[in-house]
């Protein structure tokens, strides 16, 4: 499995907007590649949102950066201070837990 980690600072304020914009807007995108597996979107009012998203393979991961990451982060340009710092990594261990907003696993 292949995750990549979108860092997203947001301007003062606009954290839960972009994380609203990526849950109406871009969530169906995701779902709809091959070999997309899970996202989690982590978000902090002072430091702005990680947004990591799980994948099969990292080829998956990258043709979804080719084909349509550009399109996501224009969605939310206006409500960022830079262009979002994308990391790639090779999961090593996971727990899966389900783990839903407010809640604990």
Do not use: N
């Not at 980690?5 to 590649?33: F, M, N, Q, R, Y």
């Not at 206006?78 to 090593?92: F, M, R």
């Amino acid at each position: 499995m292949f995750v990549r980690v979108v860092e997203v600072k947001t301007k003062p304020g606009k954290a839960k907007e972009v994380c609203g914009t990526l849950h109406d807007k871009i969530l169906s995108t995701l779902k709809a590649k091959t070999g997309f597996v899970d996202e989690i979107v982590l978000v902090s009012d002072a430091d702005g949102i990680l947004a990591l998203s799980f994948w099969k393979t990292k080829e998956d991961a990258e043709r979804y950066t080719q084909a349509d990451y550009a399109k996501v982060s224009e969605l939310i340009q206006h409500l960022v201070h830079s262009k979002p710092t994308v990391h790639a990594y090779d999961v090593e261990t996971s727990t899966c837990h389900k783990i839903t907003k407010g809640q604990a696993a």
